[in-house]
């Protein structure tokens, strides 16, 4: 049967796209002729695939990840590569090598990350669904800012195999709908068992939303509700939970003490991991060649420190540090300990509740260049990461807005659970759409 | 506190190269970075292996895989079918 095409030549007002593919090839399946976006760390054969890095500009992956291939036997048209901040790194899209992404909801404000090009496509209608990755909320930060529903699945349930690996113990694909029904579609496309991921398991998804959450118990952390974040996200959100209770739903306060240690453990696991898997990026087997004549590490520094954003190489050294001689016991050890009783606590509460609610992100979308200092950036992932260390299923559905702008509301479940935490969001957006 | 020669040095141990202008900021930058990582000294205890884990191997046997030319395809510089890369010795 000869593939068909489609016509994909959409006005990208917010740069939401890398690449685009003007005729798009598809075929037969669930989702034929469905457009649908990719973040550009996702390798696509034979389609320019950057990471948004000048050290990837040119790369051609000769094959394609497992999801790319899971996607084009279901029929789907793969008609573009989305931004995203330099290899993931970042909370707003801003960090990267190809310019900002714009917010459809508010063009000088930032659309989030790091999957902001995929959240900008979908919300500004240019594609039905999106893939994204999250490594510490890069799917649903931006689907909270730009006012649609993302889910990041439990580690292990969509096969990582072609991902360009930033934190390999922390990121999974994952998918980015206008609504919850598109993500879950999305998600029984991708999601399933792939030899070529030793992390993969043998837990397809199959499952279509239901919107019955009658006795359901959800817990609701303080700490979610704290600190840090703003009064007005965090009373759009609690209007949410009622909703939740009208539908049914009984809620019970919970806490989650390790939570104090969850953004330190992250950034220091997360560099870590980055600045051992950024190591192959020398410009020899791709990218811009080193200078030959010149010795390994003058060539090798040259390349890399033009190529790479700051942010990159920011991370890349407080990895090396952490991992450094006399200093690894100090930060990486503490980082897994502090990691196991994350996943301690979730799994104490989740063994008295079904699900966990919160905001997704602890404030509205930033405007562009309002976040410059490092830390202060990375805080802002407080909410997102705790489900990246645990591993957890966490779902953003758009609840409401405060000043205007989107507010999303976070349902995180028991691990492999990812279709309690789709049917929580379906139920909310039945309810108020 | 690390100073501007300990960030000059990992910038060496990490091969990614810092200019004199740079090193200013980043020694500010990394320091409070660091000092937020310093909260994890309160952590106490080791971490319990996590159970349900197993190590995943295969038969240690040929498959196929890609072709040559497209794996060659991406490299910048290439001579008779091999990758050139900067001198090691």
């Not at chain 1, 789709?422 to 909310?428: G, P």
């Not at chain 2, 991406?74 to 050139?84: L, M, R, T, V, Y």
Request: aromatic share 8%; with cysteine; hydrophobic share 40%.
């Amino acid at each position: 049967m000869p593939a068909r095409t489609i016509v994909f030549e959409p006005s990208d007002r917010y740069n939401a796209f890398l690449a685009t593919c003007g005729r798009a090839e598809h075929g037969d399946g669930p989702l034929a002729g469905v457009a649908v976006a990719v973040k550009d760390n996702i390798s696509t054969r034979g389609i320019e695939t950057t990471c948004a890095s000048k050290i990837l500009k040119g790369y051609i992956p000769p094959y394609d990840a497992h999801v790319i291939g899971l996607l084009k036997e279901a029929g789907a048209a793969v008609v573009g590569k989305t931004n995203l901040d330099e290899f993931g790194m970042g909370t707003t899209t801003e960090n990267s090598a190809f310019g900002p992404t714009l917010n459809p909801c508010d063009t000088g404000r930032v659309p989030g990350g790091s999957s902001g090009g995929s959240a900008a496509a979908v919300a500004g209608g240019m594609v039905r669904m999106a893939l994204g990755t999250d490594t510490g909320g890069s799917i649903r930060c931006p689907a909270a800012f730009c006012g649609i529903t993302g889910l990041k699945p439990s580690y292990g349930r969509v096969s990582r195999y072609g991902l360009i690996a930033y934190s390999n113990s922390l990121e999974q694909i994952g998918p980015l709908g206008k609504t919850v029904t598109d993500v879950s579609t999305l998600m029984s496309i991708i999601a399933g068992y792939d030899r070529h991921d030793t992390t993969s398991l043998n837990k397809p998804y199959d499952h279509t939303p239901d919107a019955d959450i009658k006795g359901l118990k959800v817990g609701i952390p303080q700490e979610y509700f704290g600190k840090g974040v703003d009064p007005q996200v965090a009373g759009v959100v609690k209007k949410a939970i009622c909703r939740l209770e009208e539908l049914g739903a009984a809620t019970v306060p919970c806490s989650i003490p390790s939570m104090e240690y969850a953004l330190a453990a992250y950034y220091v696991t997360c560099t870590c991991e980055a600045s051992s898997n950024l190591a192959r990026f020398d410009g020899v087997r791709y990218g811009p060649a080193p200078d030959t004549k010149k010795s390994w590490h003058e060539a090798y520094q040259e390349v890399r420190s033009h190529a790479f954003g700051t942010e990159v190489r920011r991370r890349i050294m407080l990895g090396t540090f952490a991992l450094s001689s006399g200093y690894y016991g100090k930060y990486y050890a503490k980082a897994q300990v502090a990691r196991a009783n994350i996943r301690a606590d979730f799994n104490r509460i989740l063994s008295e509740v079904d699900v966990i609610a919160g905001p997704t992100m602890p404030t509205i979308a930033f405007r562009l260049r309002e976040k410059s200092d490092p830390l202060s950036m990375y805080l802002a992932d407080i909410l997102t990461v705790p489900a990246n260390l645990a591993g957890i299923p966490a779902i953003s559905v758009p609840c409401g807005k405060s000043g205007g702008m989107p507010v999303g509301l976070q349902i995180m479940g028991r691990m492999y659970e990812d279709e309690r935490v789709i049917d929580v969001a379906y139920a909310y957006e039945q309810a108020v759409n | 506190m690390v100073t501007e020669d300990d960030v000059q040095h990992i910038a060496e141990l990490a091969d990614v190269g810092i200019n004199k202008d740079e090193l200013g900021t980043f020694t500010s930058q990394f320091n409070a970075i660091l000092d937020y990582f310093d909260t994890l000294d309160a952590v106490k205890g080791t971490a319990a292996a996590q159970s349900g884990l197993f190590n995943v191997l295969r038969e240690d046997e040929v498959e196929p895989s890609l072709p040559l030319e497209d794996v060659l395809d991406n490299a910048p510089a290439q001579e008779d079918g091999f990758i050139k890369a900067p001198r090691v010795m």
